[in-house]
């Protein structure tokens, strides 16, 4: 089955600066990918997706990108503020399943 | 409605008792996913529902877990004999059909259970 590995667990970042989690997959059938952010004792609140047949997305301060040669992908964040830190989570699935398989999440610590 | 509803929010369960969690998805979607939750990380995917029909059973443990999708009732998932390690988040999330769209997943807030 689909294995996702995610890196780094945790991020500390000074407020202003960029972020960017990575996340590799296994199954070069996957073509769809979301991120996904959860505060603690929340919902995990999807904040951007990108499918296979595009390379970036943008949307204001967040960007992913997709390399599917390499099998990664990458959430990219600027100019962090304070309510950024949460967690966040990569995740693939592919047509014909649907669910997702998830990372292990990334701790991301914005201090002011 | 427009969020996916679970209930209860939490639940406390004794060692070897039946749990119960329910999920309403999202009206119009046709797709429920059940995932457990444990130490708030690591998802692990459970069990996924088109309408009635059981989708996906790949991640459930059938010695004791079931889940139903009924027409016009709440999705549920049943732990029976519950042990320590199940204690976790469950949450149950939908998604409508087709792809574009269809392959987003919108979670619920999650029922947390304790088994003590």
């Known amino acids: 089955g689909e294995n996702v590995e995610q890196h780094p667990s945790t991020l500390s970042v000074q407020e202003g600066d960029s972020a960017v989690i990575k996340c590799t997959y296994s199954d070069s059938a996957s073509n769809y990918f979301p991120w996904y952010k959860q505060e603690l004792g929340k919902r995990p609140q999807l904040i951007i997706d990108i499918r296979s047949n595009v390379g970036e997305k943008k949307d204001q301060r967040i960007a992913v990108t997709l390399n599917k040669t390499a099998k990664h992908f990458s959430l990219h964040i600027t100019e962090t503020q304070p309510e950024d830190s949460a967690v966040y989570f990569c995740?693939?699935?592919?047509?014909?399943?649907?669910?997702?398989?998830f990372g292990s999440g990334t701790r991301l610590q914005v201090q002011p | 409605g427009e969020e996916v509803a679970q209930t209860p929010k939490h639940l406390v369960r004794g060692e070897g008792q039946k749990a119960k969690l329910y999920c309403a998805p999202i009206?119009?979607?046709?797709?429920v996913f059940w995932y457990q939750q444990v130490l708030k990380n690591e998802f692990k995917f459970l069990i996924s529902?088109?309408?009635?029909?059981?989708?996906?059973e790949t991640g459930m443990p059938k010695e004791r877990f079931s889940a139903k999708c009924l027409p016009n009732s709440p999705c549920s998932l049943e732990i029976q004999a519950t042990k320590l390690e199940d204690s976790a988040v469950y949450f149950c999330?939908?998604?409508?059909?087709?792809?574009?769209?269809?392959?987003?997943?919108?979670f619920g807030s999650g029922t947390q259970l304790s088994v003590l």
């Open positions: 529902f088109q309408n009635e029909n059981v989708f996906d």
């Open positions: 995740a693939a699935s592919k047509t014909g399943r649907r669910a997702l398989t």
């Open positions: 999330a939908s998604s409508q059909t087709g792809t574009g769209l269809g392959e987003k997943l919108f």
């Open positions: 009206k119009g979607h046709s797709y």
